[in-house]
């Protein structure tokens, strides 16, 4: 296998190998092929998208996004060669990769679909026409034989089909995607951040006042608790000062009745006392003398006059 001079080159592909052919397209070995009008782009919301421009509008490509390009030429490769491809450096230095194949079977005839990511941080724009992709001609030591060539499923000047936008669809996971979602929950956020603030306040000034009614009743059960308790003390407290009072005067008055009994005893002993003993040999006159006031004028000799 040998690569094609740009002789070999202008031969191959002015007999047919890329249609429409322009010789001023032949660079370095290889043929420089336009990109197509029509193109399919993933979303950052998960989605294939078929689009077509006009004519002076610009192929737009986001940062994190894969795009599926069609080439402007009709690329024929016969039996003998094996066509490889890449995305021109001058773009891939920009952030646009190619993710595809990077040749082209023998018999493949019909537009090139170059699957490309833009890995870069910023969007990629580019025109119809513009000379985006390479094709190199390698020739092989002999033909292929006709069950051995590229069977084409698609017309030669078939566009982007269903089943392309199908392929490309889902969540693309790239940083620049990445960082866009973060913008955009970011913004959300933000704007969500003084609903959530107004609704935590409500919340916590609610929960405040339902907590200030609680204690409220607890302090007013406990009051009225703490009440009884000190009712029942009080009380307690005058039930004692009366038994301390009725115990003093029991200690008090008890020795005084005692004296009063021991007053009256004696005062009985006393009068019992006091009465005068009157010897049996006495007179009846004689102790009637004797208790008169005048007992002492009695002469004693009158007292011993009874006696036996």
């Known amino acids: 296998m040998t690569f094609s001079t740009n002789e070999q080159l202008h031969t191959a592909f002015a007999g047919g190998v890329v249609k429409p052919f322009a010789e001023v397209n032949i660079q370095q070995a290889a043929y420089e092929l336009g990109v197509a009008h029509e193109y399919a782009m993933t979303s950052l919301a998960g989605e294939g998208e078929r689009r077509r421009i006009a004519d002076g509008d610009d192929i737009v490509i986001p940062p994190g996004q894969f795009a599926l390009l069609l080439t402007e030429e009709i690329v024929n490769i016969p039996a003998h060669a094996m066509g490889l491809i890449s995305v021109k450096a001058s773009w891939k230095l920009r952030g646009l990769v190619n993710v595809s194949g990077f040749h082209v079977d023998p018999g493949f005839h019909g537009r090139l679909r170059f699957a490309v990511y833009n890995a870069s941080g910023q969007t990629l724009r580019m025109k119809p026409g513009r000379r985006l992709f390479q094709l190199w001609l390698n020739r092989l030591s002999e033909p292929l034989p006709e069950k051995a060539l590229y069977k084409n499923k698609l017309p030669p000047d078939a566009g982007i089909q269903d089943d392309d936008v199908t392929a490309i669809a889902g969540m693309v996971a790239s940083p620049a995607g990445l960082s866009a979602r973060i913008g955009d929950l970011g913004e959300r956020l933000t704007g969500e951040l003084p609903k959530l603030e107004a609704s935590l306040s409500k919340t916590v000034a609610d929960k405040c006042h339902e907590l200030a009614i609680h204690v409220k009743e607890d302090n ?28 003093f005067l029991v200690v008090i008055t008890e020795p005084l009745k005692s004296c009063g009994r021991a007053d009256s005893k004696t005062s009985q002993f006393v009068g019992s006392a006091a009465q005068p003993i009157v010897p049996q040999y006495m007179s009846d006159a004689a102790v009637a003398a004797s208790a008169s006031p005048d007992a002492a004028a009695v002469a004693p000799a009158q007292m011993f006059d009874a006696m036996p």
């Open 220 to 247: 007013n059960k406990l009051s009225e608790r703490l009440g009884g308790e000190v009712a029942s003390l009080r009380a307690w407290q005058k039930a004692q000062w009366v038994f301390i009072a009725i115990l």
